[in-house]
């Protein structure tokens, strides 16, 4: 009996600290308008100060991407990279550039892998154990071939 308290009492940090992320985006996130359909490619995670990861998604020839990330504000900007998926990586999108915009919806004439990388600025010491939720929704539509 004590070693199941025992056993109960030293898991129980673990349940209070961990946050479940696995829907984050579609609940916290801004979508495009209604003419984009929503992509099992977008991604939610936690993150911490300083963390940077990637996201590997394919984008198809003749289509229209909106991509979005999402945080809690006291993360600060985050940075949105979309990188070509290829020995070279090449930045084809950095949010840097633009004022560290939320979202950006670009046509795409050739289907490709791509990377999207998403960094949350380093934190004080204070917050350098703070854990929160990050977001990535990803949206598609045909291009609209005039």
């Known amino acids: ?22 829907d984050y985006h579609q609940y916290h ?29 394919v984008a198809y020839t003749g289509e229209d991407y909106y991509i979005a990330v999402c945080a809690h504000h006291k993360f600060g900007d985050i940075r949105l990279r979309i990188l070509e998926d290829t020995p070279a990586q090449r930045v084809i999108y950095d949010n840097a550039k633009n004022n560290y915009e939320e979202s950006i919806t ?10 999207i990388e998403v960094s949350v600025p380093e934190g004080d010491e204070k917050s350098a154990n703070d854990r ?11 291009t609209d071939q005039k």
Do not use: H
């Open 132 to 142: 929160r939720c990050l977001g990535v929704v990803i949206e598609f539509r045909k």
């Open 29 to 57: 996130c801004v979508y495009a308008d209604y003419s984009f359909f929503y992509s099992r490619q977008s991604k939610s995670a936690l993150f911490r100060p300083g963390q940077t990861s990637e996201l590997k998604i």
């Open 106 to 115: 670009f046509s795409n004439q050739v289907t490709r892998n791509l990377i």
């Open 1 to 22: 009996m004590q070693i199941g308290i025992a056993l109960v009492l030293a898991i129980l940090p673990i349940w209070t600290v961990a946050q479940d992320c696995t």
